[in-house]
């Protein structure tokens, strides 16, 4: 009887646990001139789907906000499928909108079971093959073999707003 009821009581304790473990939403918010310039922005759109993305403008303490619209859930699914999309969103207008950083491209890695993966070239054979990031020790003796993809984002032509380090418009492309 007394191991049925530390059992219970360690089941009830791993229940709450797991419970909180849930992924957190973060969320950036805009001064409020700002956020209206996006909101009638996106109001005037066809689209009611959007991703936000953030580049840092070099040598100036400004940042890029680029504005990309997509016709339908999917399409913007489909958009972002390759990408490191995350917890972290823009509140406009009682919207959540997801966000993605210039960095989350510089630095993306693929996972695979948990595990980064990078190409590693196989001397004997030349064959190139993709496998779990091997250790650092081993990565710093052969920086030659090691090669590590990289997602490119290329915005042509984007609506945007550039915004100060306080989050006013610096300039406005939209």
Not at 92 to 113: A, C, G, M, R
Request: overall charge positive; hydrophobic content about 35%; some cysteine.
């Amino acid at each position: 009887m007394r191991k049925l009821i530390n059992f219970t009581i360690l089941c009830l304790i791993l229940s709450g646990c797991a419970s909180n473990i849930k992924k957190s939403r973060i969320t950036y918010l805009f001064p409020v001139e700002t956020e209206n310039s996006i909101s009638e922005f996106l109001k005037g759109q066809k689209s009611k789907f959007a991703v936000f993305y953030f580049e840092r403008v070099k040598d100036n303490p400004t940042t890029k906000v680029h504005v990309e619209t997509f016709k339908s859930k999917e399409a913007l699914e489909t958009a972002l499928s390759n990408s490191t999309l995350g917890n972290r969103y823009v509140f406009i207008d009682y919207k959540y909108y997801p966000v993605l950083f210039d960095y989350d491209f510089k630095f993306y890695s693929n996972e695979k079971n948990g595990k980064p993966q990078v190409s590693v070239i196989n001397e004997a054979n030349g064959n190139q093959e993709e496998k779990d990031i091997p250790a650092l020790t081993y990565r710093m003796k052969n920086q030659h073999l090691i090669g590590y993809k990289k997602n490119i984002r290329i915005i042509d032509w984007s609506n945007y707003v550039i915004i100060d380090d306080k989050g006013n418009i610096v300039e406005n492309g939209l």
